[in-house]
């Protein structure tokens, strides 16, 4: 049971790390709408390959298809969180290893 908390601990530091790397490396860019200073709200590219035809109301497939997408969290942020979530993670499962 020790070993195994451990060992999920490193696990999930090192996942934790290596989603930081990648969104280091590979994060999208986003910018702010400068009208809107109450409520922050960004936009960014994003790709979305099913789309469905408001004529036909049928699902498209169109591979290379990129639309403008706004939200409140950009996918940079949201995926730094989720990482820094993981490390915490992995970090109380090795603390609570080396309290018992």
Request: glycine share 8%; aromatic share 16%; hydrophobic share 50%.
């Amino acid at each position: 049971m020790v070993i195994n908390q451990i060992v999920l601990g490193l696990s999930f530091n090192f996942l934790g790390s290596c989603v930081l790397v990648l969104v280091a490396l590979f994060g999208k860019w986003h910018q702010v709408h400068p009208q809107n200073n109450w409520r922050k709200r960004c936009w960014w590219m994003g790709w979305r390959p099913f789309y469905k035809n408001t004529k036909t109301l049928k699902w498209h497939i169109k591979w290379n298809r990129k639309v403008i997408i706004d939200g409140f969290i950009p996918p940079k942020h949201l995926w730094n969180s989720i990482g820094l979530l993981l490390i915490a993670t992995g970090f109380f499962l090795q603390l609570l290893n080396a309290i018992k």
